[in-house]
């Protein structure tokens, strides 16, 4: 396999087509599916516990989007193909380069992806990237030409003879689609929706567990596609005007750490008069760096950030008072998200417990718990090898190496499959102590709004009442029936009924009139979701096509004789399997 930087003979005019692996993705395959690992980033592993009361929704493969974005060559993007749909479009169209994005989990669908390539587009170079790109021996599993580690942007650039230094484009596309909560669909209209925003790549703390970070180089190393406060600020206002959104969902490992572009965004968005909101991945040592002023100039309302333990080996935290801060971002209207490892290395049957506590005590709104788990291609992957604890794959399916399940090592204090119950019983007791995570969300943002509705600055007023029409409506009729279906329980039920009080006596009288008729339609939809998770109902992405410009006028410009017949194969879903409205949007 061929290593170097290879150069496509065609040049931009090279045919391309990217996919996401194929699925169902919601069962127990031998292609690799996992019932436990479902395309859903909440419910997969933040929400995973809270049935009906689970946050739903997906989101596409940005990095194929990205790549997509910044190729002049004609490219065609397929996300969440099945693999009938996958076939039929090798079969419908030439293609000279194809390229598979993956995690580490999916190889067997990649090599089946590689094979169909081979045999449906023989002249075809085939390209396999992402996370799957780190694992120990990948040329020798897969039919691939090459495997391309890092920044894949620049690799496409250079096989297309494109300017590698040129600006990066960034597409404008929002964050989440075929959202739903409590069994009621959530609209996926841009507006009501952040917009996905890609500043950089990779994190230079270089945590030795974290395979985003050892991706793009790990400790001390980054790419940043935006350099400067001006760019992002210009990226973003596009971005605006395509979507008609004003809230960003920063993929950015850790956004803030970048202090001079983040603080100059911050002076461009006072002087423009912007009111945006983003969101934000950050350990909050950075976030305290920042005056509470500047994170809510920033429009920062929420927080995606590591609570690694008291005596964890990781510094990010020491002298930290995690749980002060979280309350302190809270009161300001900013959501948290917590995350949270099951089995560090000084975890153990005995303390597991106290670990859990320790977590669940932050009450924040979301809570991620995920096993320790050495991915290939970080420091702590090469340590277990190095020390020969990594378990070998004749005893340990990789397809179960996803977080939620098993450890893919010896672990020196929990053994014989306890994580799984451990992490299990961590979901539950966080659910048990501090309630539905859309609750906890929205008791939050009525309290950002009580707070700065009636701020002086006209931007942080006009972001936090963007919120007031949803919390005194649908929001409080949430929780309403929230309250009514838990209200037996003798934790949640007080909770609850306090939040809805807190709702009554900031939103008004308005708010007890309505919230009772939209609680009651809402908890029609709960307990009817209930009901078909329990008759085991799960969701699938739908799958989407997408052609960038110069494929759409290649279509346009292939004489229809010269153009293959096109295989009427359907998108197979499967049954019980609704597919969200929002989506037939995108398939063209
Ligand atoms: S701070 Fe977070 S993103 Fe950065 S290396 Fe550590 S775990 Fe990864």
Redesign the pocket.
């Known amino acids: 396999m061929d290593q170097s930087y290879p150069v496509h003979p065609l040049g931009t005019s090279a045919r391309v087509l990217l996919s996401s692996v194929y699925g169902p993705f919601a069962r127990d395959d031998e292609d690799g599916s996992r019932a436990l690992n479902p395309m859903e980033l909440y419910h997969n592993q933040v929400t995973r516990t809270q049935g009906a009361y689970s946050l739903r929704m997906f989101h596409r493969s940005f990095g194929l989007m990205l790549l997509q974005a910044n190729m002049d060559a004609p490219c065609t993007l397929i996300d969440f193909p099945t693999i009938e749909g996958f076939t039929a479009q090798l079969k419908s169209e030439r293609y000279d380069v194809v390229g598979i994005s993956a995690i580490v989990v999916n190889v067997e669908k990649v090599r089946r992806m590689c094979a169909l390539v081979r045999k449906h587009q023989p002249g075809a170079m085939v390209v396999v990237g992402g996370h799957i790109a780190n694992r120990d021996g990948i040329e020798e599993m897969i039919d691939a030409d090459h495997v391309v580690r890092g920044d894949g942007i620049r690799w496409f650039r250079r096989l297309l003879g494109q300017d590698e230094a040129a600006p990066v484009k960034h597409p404008a596309v929002i964050s989440g689609f075929g959202s739903r909560a409590l069994g009621v669909k959530l609209g996926d209209g841009s507006s009501g929706t952040a917009a996905i925003l890609i500043p950089s790549v990779g ?1 230079p ?3 030795n ?2 395979s ?2 050892a991706m793009f180089g790990g400790r001390g190393k980054f790419i940043n596609f935006y350099e400067t406060g001006d760019e992002l600020f210009n990226v973003m206002s596009g971005i605006e005007a395509e979507l008609k959104t004003r809230s960003f969902f920063i993929l950015d ?2 956004f803030l750490l970048q202090r001079n572009r983040a603080l100059r965004l911050l002076e461009l968005m006072e002087q423009e008069g912007r009111s945006w909101s983003i969101y934000v ?1 950050s ?1 909050i040592r950075v976030l305290k760096s920042y005056t509470m002023e500047q994170l809510i100039g920033l429009g920062v309302s929420w927080v995606w950030t ?1 609570l690694e333990g008291e005596d964890s080996q990781y510094g ?1 935290l020491k002298g930290v008072d995690t749980h002060e801060y979280v309350r302190t971002l809270q009161s300001h209207g900013i959501r948290v998200l917590g995350s949270s490892i099951i089995g560090l290395e000084n975890h153990t049957p005995e303390n597991i417990d106290e670990v859990i506590d320790h977590a669940v005590s932050h009450a924040t709104d979301f809570h991620q718990f995920m096993l320790y788990t050495p991915v290939p291609g970080t420091p702590l992957h090469r340590e277990h090898q190095d020390n020969g604890t990594l378990l070998p794959e004749s005893d340990f399916d990789m397809a179960d190496a996803h977080g939620q399940f098993r450890f893919n090592y010896r672990h020196p204090g929990i053994r014989d499959g306890q994580e799984e119950q451990f992490l299990v019983q961590a979901f539950q007791r966080d659910f048990e102590v501090n309630g539905p995570s859309l609750a906890r969300l929205m008791g939050t943002t009525l309290e950002g709004w009580a707070r700065y509705r009636k701020h002086p600055d006209r931007r942080i007023r006009r972001n936090y009442r963007r919120a007031g029409m949803v919390l005194r409506t649908g929001y409080a009729g949430a929780v309403w029936a929230m309250h009514r279906q838990l209200r037996n329980d003798p934790k949640l039920g007080p909770k609850l009924q306090a939040l809805l009080r807190r709702f009554y006596r900031v939103c008004g009288w308005p708010t007890r009139v309505i919230a009772p008729a939209i609680g009651r339609y809402i908890r029609f939809m709960l307990r009817r979701e209930e009901k078909r998770l329990a008759a085991g109902w799960t969701y699938e992405p739908p799958p989407i096509i997408e052609k960038n410009d110069a494929a759409l006028a290649l279509e346009q410009d292939t004489p229809a004789t010269e153009r293959r017949v096109k295989p009427r194969v359907p998108w197979v879903l499967p049954e019980l399997v609704p597919v969200p409205v929002a989506s037939r949007k995108r398939r063209r």
Do not use: A, D, L, V
């Open positions: 994190c703390m270089g945590c567990f974290c985003t970070s490992e850790n991945f350990s590591g990010k």
